[in-house]
Structure formats: C-alpha cells, structure tokens
C-alpha cells in the first residue's frame, strides 16, 4: 500500500484536480483545513462548482472509496482555501 499526502490550495473560480485517476480503488481522506465559518469546500467530478456539489464544512474530514479510473475535484468558497489529502492507494 502507498500513502500520500498533500494539502492543495483551491480557487473558487477553477475546478482543481485532487485525486488523478489510478488503475486501482483508492481510499481518500479529505479535511477542510479552515476553522473559520461559512468556508466550504466542495468536491466532485471534473464539472464541480459551488453550486452543484457536495460541500465540506471548516474542520469537517470525510473518507471517500474513489474506483479504478476515477477522479476527484474541488473548489473553495471562498477563494484560497486549502483542502488536505490523505490518499491510500493498494498496490500489493
């Protein structure tokens, strides 16, 4: 098993890629790393805008099951937030 971490500054303009696609199932952490309220972080497919998505509350971490092929994409509201990333990936 791999394990990565990053923390990936967002735009609340341009949909960032987080999670790039891999041959393999990946488990993905995701943690807004803001404290402060009303600062959302907002994932989803490549079309995500804040809007259409599903939103991470400041302080909120989720685990994700991200399928082979597949990819994950956020933005922040408002601009500059940062999202962190603990991303397992199985190659065994």
Do not use: C
Not at 4 to 20: D, K, R
Not at 23 to 51: C, M, P
Not at 74 to 86: E, I, K, R, Y
């Amino acid at each position: 098993m791999t394990v990565l971490n990053n923390a990936i500054t967002l735009s609340n303009t341009v949909a960032t890629p987080i999670i790039v696609p891999d041959n393999q199932r990946q488990v993905v952490y995701l943690h807004n790393l803001t404290k402060s309220s009303n600062e959302y972080i907002h994932i989803g497919n490549s079309d995500v805008t804040l809007t259409n998505s599903f939103h991470l509350d400041p302080g909120q971490t989720v685990e994700l099951q991200i399928p082979a092929g597949d990819s994950l994409w956020a933005m922040s509201d408002p601009d500059g937030l940062v999202v962190g990333v603990l991303q397992m990936q199985n190659r065994d």
